[in-house]
T-cell receptor
Framework: AQSVTQLDSQVPVFEEAPVELRCNYSSSVSVYLFWYVQYPNQGLQLLLKYLSGSTLVKGINGFEAEFNKSQTSFHLRKPSVHISDTAEYFCAVSAGEYGNKLVFGAGTILRVKS | ETGVTQTPRHLVMGMTNKKSLKCEQHLGHNAMYWYKQSAKKPLELMFVYNFKEQTENNSVPSRFSPECPNSSHLFLHLHTLQPEDSALYLC?????????????FGPGTRLTVT
């Protein structure tokens, strides 16, 4: 069975500073990896996904993530954050043979301070 | 209306009440999902429907009863709930039931069971 661990429940950071949100997964088979963002009072929105190919994945709003198979990690990064990036971020994994079933991490709240 | 809509946005119900949550997607998708988002816990997949047929029931108690009359609408009927059922219930849809297709989420229904 797959599982996802988001190592930080909250990450405070100043505006224009870089940020990394950490995600580790466990799975016995090939995986597909996702990052979603949830703004207050809204549903989840896909930021980026890794299905295959290049291990560096670029997403919306200037975010990127790197798939590291040996470390079983899929950390999310942004070189310079804005106040509007304040939200909760979820890492998710799906194993291919389970169709579209996503297993989510507990989430990381990113708080951007001015 | 665009995307995925959910009504009501907020619901307070007693343990003996019967209520229903409604989800509608305006995207022409074929797969629909119910998720439960509890405080401090990862998002939990509850049910999956593909072309109106239920393909996944993630060991959800029978006090939750889903209904999918067509590919655009999904309901979650609630009866004799427990206080621990208080949570944000999210609906999502995707073009097809495969991991390569992005899931689009609605804003959720915040349910409080008293």
């Amino acid at each position: 069975a797959q599982s996802v661990t988001q190592l930080d429940s909250q990450v405070p950071v100043f505006e224009e500073a870089p940020v990394e949100l950490r995600c580790n997964y466990s799975s016995s088979v090939s995986v597909y990896l996702f990052w979603y963002v949830q703004y207050p009072n809204q549903g989840l929105q896909l930021l980026l996904k890794y299905l295959s190919g290049s291990t560096l994945v670029k997403g919306i709003n200037g975010f990127e993530a790197e798939f590291n198979k040996s470390q079983t990690s899929f950390h999310l990064r942004k070189p310079s954050v804005h106040i509007s990036d304040t939200a909760e971020y979820f890492c998710a994994v799906s194993a291919g043979e389970y169709g579209n079933k996503l297993v989510f991490g507990a989430g990381t709240i990113l708080r951007v301070k001015s | 209306e665009t995307g995925v809509t959910q009504t009501p946005r907020h619901l307070v119900m007693g343990m003996t009440n019967k209520k229903s949550l409604k989800c509608e997607q305006h995207l022409g998708h074929n797969a629909m999902y119910w998720y439960k988002q509890s405080a401090k816990k990862p998002l939990e997949l509850m049910f999956v429907y593909n072309f109106k047929e239920q393909t996944e029931n993630n060991s959800v108690p029978s006090r939750f009863s889903p209904e999918c009359p067509n590919s655009s609408h999904l309901f979650l009927h609630l009866h004799t709930l427990q206080p621990e059922d208080s949570a944000l219930y999210l609906c999502a849809s995707s073009q097809e039931l495969a991991v390569t297709y992005e899931q689009y989420f609605g804003p959720g229904t915040r349910l409080t069971v008293t």
